[in-house]
Nanobody
Framework: QVQLVESGGGLVQAGESLRLSCVASGRTFSSYTVGWFRQAPGKEREFVARIRWSGNLDYADSVKGRFTISRDNAKNTVYLQMNSLKPEDTAVYYC??????????WGQGTQVTVSS
């Protein structure tokens, strides 16, 4: 069993930055692929970024060049550095984690609001 807790959300103005954290407890995190997703009001949850256990990275086109995902396995934490934020980045941000043969675990989400 893995528990995920997101933090770091808040209210910022367009152009500013935030760093989200996803902290895992319950299992060693290094073998998990961890992803960030977001869901805006009235919209479906969408993929934002992913860091695989191997270190490979994937990003949605909408955030490439602005967001950076990274991990600190010693701290069981995955980060999402978000720069040059736009109003359309406003959403609840969720992290998830999975390793081979495990269930997919989700956190409870953290709100990011970007004002224009």
């Amino acid at each position: 069993q893995v528990q995920l807790v997101e933090s770091g959300g808040g209210l910022v103005q367009a152009g500013e930055s935030l760093r989200l954290s996803c902290v895992a407890s319950g299992r060693t995190f290094s073998s998990y692929t961890v992803g960030w997703f977001r869901q805006a009001p009235g919209k479906e949850r969408e993929f934002v970024a992913r860091i695989r256990w191997s270190g490979n990275l994937d990003y949605a086109d909408s955030v490439k060049g602005r967001f950076t995902i990274s991990r600190d396995n010693a701290k069981n934490t995955v980060y999402l550095q978000m720069n040059s934020l736009k109003p359309e980045d406003t959403a609840v941000y969720y992290c998830n984690a999975k390793e081979t043969f495990s269930p997919l675990y989700w956190g409870q989400g953290t709100q990011v609001t970007v004002s224009s």
